[in-house]
Every structure is written in C-alpha cells, then in structure tokens.
Nanobody
C-alpha cells in the first residue's frame, strides 16, 4: 500500500525554482509530522527540513532562506518550494512521515515516498 507519493522534480538551471509535492493518504497525513530528505549521488541521505502537524517548519542550514516547507491539510499534501537552486541541490528528494519530528534527525520515519529527481544544471 502506497502512503506517500512525490511529484514535481525535474531539470532546472542554477538560480531557478521548483516546487515538489508529497501526496499522502489521509490517515498518514493527519496523524504524522512530515519531512523532506534528499540523497545526492555517492552521498548519504540527509534531512532537508521538517514540518509538524501544526505547520511549524524547520530547515537545515544549507537550505535556510531558499527552501520553504508547507502543508495543506485539506489536500493531504506537503510541499517543498525550492528557490535559488544550486548544483549542490541536485539529488533524489524523498518525503517521509512519522509520529515524532525528532526522529527525522536520526533518519527515522514510518513511511517513505519513492523519491523524485531534482537536477540543477550549472
């Protein structure tokens, strides 16, 4: 059973923008905090940011001021607005859901999406 589905990835030039979406089943979305992770080629998966069920978001330093996480509870969808993209942002982006925001810091989640590729060209 698929609980999370990402969309919106693609190829963009340096300085451009993309918006990723993560659609969730209603029960997963309403009862879990959400997060975005990414994994670049040859690197470990890293946390990008998180958002609580109440809508409080936090980010890793490398994306602060450029990325914004939001959630639409009516649509059971989380978003990642990415602006001023850099080649270093190239990665497969995954959404995740879990009961505790703190668990995301350890790479732990109960549900994972399949990932969507984001490529930023120089």
């Amino acid at each position: 059973q698929v609980h999370l589905v990402e969309s919106g990835g693609g190829l963009v030039q340096t300085g451009g923008s993309l918006r990723l979406s993560c659609s969730a089943s209603a029960i997963v979305f309403s009862t879990n905090a959400m997060a975005w992770f990414r994994q670049a080629p040859g690197k470990q998966r890293e946390l990008v940011g998180t958002i609580t069920t109440g809508g409080t978001a936090r980010y890793v330093d490398s994306v602060k001021g450029r990325f914004t996480i939001s959630r639409d509870n009516a649509k059971n969808t989380m978003y990642l607005q990415m602006n001023t993209l850099e080649p270093e942002d190239t990665a497969v982006y995954y959404c995740a859901a879990g009961p505790a925001v703190s668990a995301f810091d350890y790479g732990l989640a109960n549900y994972w999406g399949q990932g969507t590729q984001v490529t930023v060209s120089r």
